[in-house]
């Protein structure tokens, strides 16, 4: 069985605050049309990409961020997007807020068939940030205000994708920071993990020095060590450029089961890189250095589920006489 396809990266530009969905939803569909015209199969889009990143702004009630949610998917606002896939027969990939009929908020992002079904959904786990207004902070990031952790754990799929089929999984932004979730998707044999993010170029906690360039080389270590060590292909998509006067660091990438980025983004606009992605590639760790059934020790992986914080080790003390 053939098992290659075209992965398309569709990186978007800042959305500013008094933008509305409309112009988000058409600066979509004009990317969607390049990836679909450059042979692409699955078109990945941004974290939030309906809207601008509005957790930088406190809100005391917060019923005063509902017009920042998704009710429900497609909408009327959001239904061109829809419509353009099945008229390019491509599946797309949406980060989006979601707000729940019992009033429960998620950062969420989808995976939709060419035919406009939803085939997998999953709500961030990993929230950065803080809840309450933070005075030491530049520019605030209340992602634990207006956020859950989400609900659903780390789903995969097998799905139609293009001329064959692949194990699809999500993840959004912080969440490829850390190795649990990757290797959550790594242990149901994932092959495409997709993933969004609104990343700013500069660390605002304001508590200590992240040089500029560390945070791009961060971002793509962590999806390269992903890819890595669960024999698979991701797909990082990002906003990028100067938002609401916040500077996004964008450089989206597309990297295959060898760690290696094989496409990257170049510019903070809106911009399509594809890359081919072949997925009998991703038997290769799976059968031999990260062969799990034969290598992996769970028993020794306790502390890893068991524990949150960090401890100290016990010290170390000569032993008398």
């Excluded at 450059?38 to 078109?43: C, D, H, P, Q, T």
């Excluded at 606002?77 to 807020?97: K, M, N, Q, S, Y």
């Excluded at 450089?251 to 760690?259: A, D, K, R, T």
Aim: net charge negative; with cysteine; proline share 6%.
């Amino acid at each position: 069985m053939n098992r290659t396809t075209i992965l398309a990266a569709c990186q978007m530009g800042p959305l500013q605050r008094a933008e509305g969905r409309g112009i988000a939803v058409a600066r979509m569909v004009a990317l969607l049309e390049k990836a679909a015209r450059m042979g692409a199969s699955v078109a990945v889009f941004p974290e939030l990409a309906l809207t601008t990143f509005f957790p930088r702004w406190f809100h005391e009630d917060l019923r005063e961020a509902d017009h920042w949610y998704e009710t429900a998917l497609p909408s009327n606002e959001t239904a061109p997007l829809w419509e353009a896939a099945r008229r390019l027969d491509i599946g797309f990939h949406l980060g989006f807020a979601e707000k729940t009929p019992e009033g429960r908020r998620f950062n969420t992002a989808i995976y939709v068939h060419p035919s406009g079904e939803t085939v997998l959904k999953y709500r961030k786990v990993h929230l950065p940030g803080h809840a309450e207004h933070d005075p030491i902070r530049k520019v605030q990031h209340l992602e634990k205000r207006y956020f859950e952790p989400g609900d659903l754990g780390f789903p995969v799929v097998r799905a139609p994708l293009g001329g064959t089929e692949a194990n699809l999984g999500l993840l959004i932004c912080n969440d490829r920071r850390w190795p649990e979730a990757w290797r959550v998707l790594g242990l149901q044999q994932v092959e495409l993990v997709m993933l969004g993010y609104n990343t700013p170029s500069l660390n605002m906690e304001n508590r200590g020095f992240e040089a500029h360039h560390l945070r791009v080389e961060h971002s793509v270590l962590s999806v390269r060590a992903g890819c890595y060590q669960n024999a698979c292909y991701a797909v990082a998509v990002a906003k990028a450029g100067t938002e609401d006067g916040h500077e996004l660091f964008g450089h989206s990438v597309i990297v295959n089961p060898q760690g290696e980025v094989v496409a990257q983004a170049t510019t903070w606009d809106d911009e399509v890189v594809v890359a081919e992605a072949d997925f009998a590639r991703c038997e290769l760790g799976r059968t031999t250095i990260f062969d799990f059934a034969r290598h992996r020790r769970p028993e020794h992986y306790g502390r890893i589920v068991e524990q949150v914080g960090s401890v100290a080790p016990p010290r170390w003390s000569p032993p008398e006489g």
